[in-house]
């Protein structure tokens, strides 16, 4: 690794070590809970949600890389779909519980341990696909980065796909009867208070956003121990402009209108398990994909 890319683990070596505990202690109630479909999969559903299922194309006999990959189960959908797949996560619990979902559903995977800004030193093979979604770059605090590092694990030609939350959306919270704690954490909102502009959008250079919440997005499980969490803003233009200082070419941007979580009690989830503003409500973009190719 280079001393830049080392650089957001030595300054924010709280956030990390915060944010790991968290991915650690959740990891057994995700696979237990019936949002990640662990049984369905095990029993031959395809658990990706639709917006992969489409833009995600043929894999087959391609190399690709799940970066920040929690317990697996979309790297393992993705090995259904003809990829040679590895996950890498910073969790020990996640990559334990990788390793065994993979035994049980008999598919050939790897998965490593570790910090994604030290992916290219602990994955000396590059790729044709680099895979990032559903919550994922909000826990990095160096979007450059980052895209250095996805830039360091594609071969020539290899592409990046990325599915995220929008960054407009996530600027937005329900807030009525939340408690705020003396150093800026928000807890959790009132179902029935309004939407309205609460976290910025524009980065805030070695800051994060704390939070403090008593679940997991799931919405199931028992009162977690570790409940805080920092978490950082990359606006479109950070994320696009961190790509392309990065070597890489986009060729696919879209804007959707749903995401993978309830972002806000108010959103609908529909029958394809995606959640969405209800009826009547003025659309919002509530997430994006891209691809970018390194030439």
């Given amino acids: 690794m280079t001393e830049a890319n080392t ?15 968290r ?37 087959g006999g391609k190399s690709l890389i799940h970066l920040q990959c929690h317990f697996g189960l979309d790297t393992l959908a993705l090995a259904r779909r003809g990829a040679n797949v590895t996950g890498l996560d910073f969790s020990t619990k996640a990559i334990a519980a990788a390793r065994d979902l993979a035994r049980e559903a008999g598919i050939d995977a790897r998965f490593v341990e570790g910090n994604v800004y030290d992916a290219p030193a602990l994955v000396t093979e590059r790729f044709d696909v680099a895979y990032v979604s559903w919550g994922a770059i909000n826990w990095l605090p160096d ?39 003396a150093d800026g954490a928000i807890g959790q909102s009132d179902p029935a208070a309004a939407l309205r502009p609460a976290f910025p959008y524009f980065r805030e250079t ?3 956003l704390v939070f403090e919440m008593e679940q997991t997005y799931t919405g199931d499980g028992p009162k977690l121990v570790h409940t805080r969490t920092h978490e950082f ?18 060729t696919m941007f879209r804007e959707h ?18 959640f969405r503003l209800p009826a009547g409500a003025p659309s919002l973009p509530l997430s994006f994909s891209l691809r970018a190719r390194l030439d």
């Fill in 233 to 250: 803003v990359h606006g479109i233009g950070d994320i696009l402009g961190a790509l392309l200082e990065a070597g890489l070419t986009l």
């Fill in 7 to 21: 650089e957001p683990k030595q300054i924010h070596g709280e956030s990390f070590a915060l944010n790991r505990a």
């Fill in 257 to 274: 209108d749903a995401c993978a979580w309830a972002m806000w009690p108010l959103l609908v989830e529909g029958e394809d398990r995606m």
């Fill in 23 to 59: 991915w650690d202690e959740v990891v057994a109630i995700h696979v237990a809970s019936p949002f990640y479909r662990v049984k369905e999969f095990l029993a031959g559903a395809d658990i990706l949600l639709p917006i992969e299922r489409r833009e995600i194309g043929d894999l």
């Fill in 206 to 208: 070695g800051r994060p």
């Fill in 143 to 181: 979007i450059r980065g980052w895209a250095r590092v996805v830039a360091a694990m594609l071969k020539p030609g290899g592409e990046l796909y990325l599915l995220e939350g929008h960054p407009f959306a996530l600027t937005l919270d329900q807030l009525g009867s939340e408690t705020i704690a």
